[in-house]
């Protein structure tokens, strides 16, 4: 991965679950890692943790939903550096449930940090990138946005739209220097299922149905990082989900099991 090497990135979400291994491994091939997260302590100890190492981070507090803070960030990065190489939007909550029992304030939060906080950071490092005529943003998307997710309909519209907004400003960009790739995972083992919320349900209970192996952070992490040196277009894994995405694009019937299981197995919880 020497392409990382001396080259500046922010990450988002990076005290905890991809986030954090993602700005590890970046830390580990040299890159000038901007540690960013809404949990200032933890995005401090992240950062410390890859300097104790021999990287070289800074730690940035940040909510993404709030523009004038995902600004503040990416700028400063700039700033500092007099350029911006890769920026990773992976900050992102989870809420599982029926649709009927999320009240507003469930669609506005989980829209706000998935889909609009993947935007600004888009929408606010892209003309950086286009002005110095190279770069690379990396959206964290979900396997469940290429296909449909009952009991987390909120969660999946939000992944849905990153993949439209990164594949269709992919097209746009590519003439002007600048890449563009979405991260699309099964079920990682990260912290999200610790953190998510579940209405009406007992989280334990309903992630412990959850029909595959959880594949390990770090792994998932170098398999990002490989698909963005290699500029993916859709980095979907592991094998699982690239076949359920398979067979919905040739048959949505043939995922169906699969569709339909995911709420049956929350209305037995």
Same mark, same amino acid.
């Given at each position: 991965?020497d &392409?990382f ?21 970046? /830390? ?11 949990? @200032?302590?933890?995005? #401090? *100890?992240v950062?410390?943790?890859? =300097?104790?190492?021999? /990287?070289?981070? %800074?730690?940035e ?6 523009? $004038?803070?995902?600004? %503040?960030?990416? *700028?400063?990065?700039?700033?500092e550096?007099? %350029? ?10 989870l809420?599982?449930g029926?649709?009927? =029992? +999320? =009240? ?28 110095? /005529?190279?770069?690379h943003?990396?959206? +964290?998307?979900?396997?469940q946005?290429?296909?449909?997710? /009952? ?20 097209? *746009?960009?590519? &003439? ?6 979405v ?8 912290? !999200?299922?610790?953190?998510? *919320?579940?209405? #009406? @349900?007992d989280? $334990? ?9 959880? +594949?390990d @952070?770090?792994?998932?992490a170098?398999t990002?990082l ?10 979907i ?9 398979? !067979? ?6 043939? @995922? ?5 299981? !995911?709420? #049956?197995?929350?209305?037995?919880v």
């Amino acid at each position: 991965m020497d &392409q990382f090497k001396g080259k500046v990135a922010i990450v988002t979400g990076g005290a905890s679950g991809m986030g954090r291994t993602v700005c590890e491994e970046l /830390g580990k091939v040299g890159a000038l890692v901007t540690v960013a997260d809404i949990n @200032a302590d933890g995005a #401090k *100890e992240v950062a410390k943790s890859i =300097d104790d190492n021999g /990287g070289q981070t %800074r730690a940035e507090q940040l909510n993404v939903a709030q523009a $004038e803070e995902v600004k %503040r960030v990416i *700028e400063g990065a700039y700033s500092e550096h007099g %350029r911006l190489d890769y920026i990773f939007n992976f900050a992102g909550i989870l809420i599982v449930g029926e649709a009927f =029992d +999320m =009240d507003l304030e469930d669609w506005s939060h989980i829209f706000d940090v998935n889909l609009k906080g993947v935007a600004y950071g888009t929408a606010i490092a892209y003309p950086i990138m286009v002005k110095q /005529g190279f770069g690379h943003i990396v959206n +964290m998307s979900s396997y469940q946005g290429l296909i449909p997710a /009952g009991a987390a309909t909120a969660y999946s519209a939000t992944k849905h739209g990153v993949i439209g907004l990164s594949t269709s400003l992919r097209s *746009e960009a590519v &003439q002007l220097g600048v890449k563009v790739s979405v991260v699309c995972p099964g079920f990682i083992n990260t912290p !999200l299922f610790q953190t998510a *919320e579940t209405l #009406k @349900a007992d989280r $334990e209970e309903v992630f412990s149905g959850i029909p595959f192996k959880l +594949m390990d @952070a770090k792994d998932a992490a170098k398999t990002i990082l490989k698909g963005v040196e290699r500029n993916q277009k859709i980095i979907i894994f592991p094998f699982y989900a690239r076949l359920f995405w398979y !067979l919905y694009r040739i048959n949505p019937i043939l @995922a169906s099991p699969l569709v339909g299981g !995911l709420i #049956k197995n929350f209305r037995a919880v």
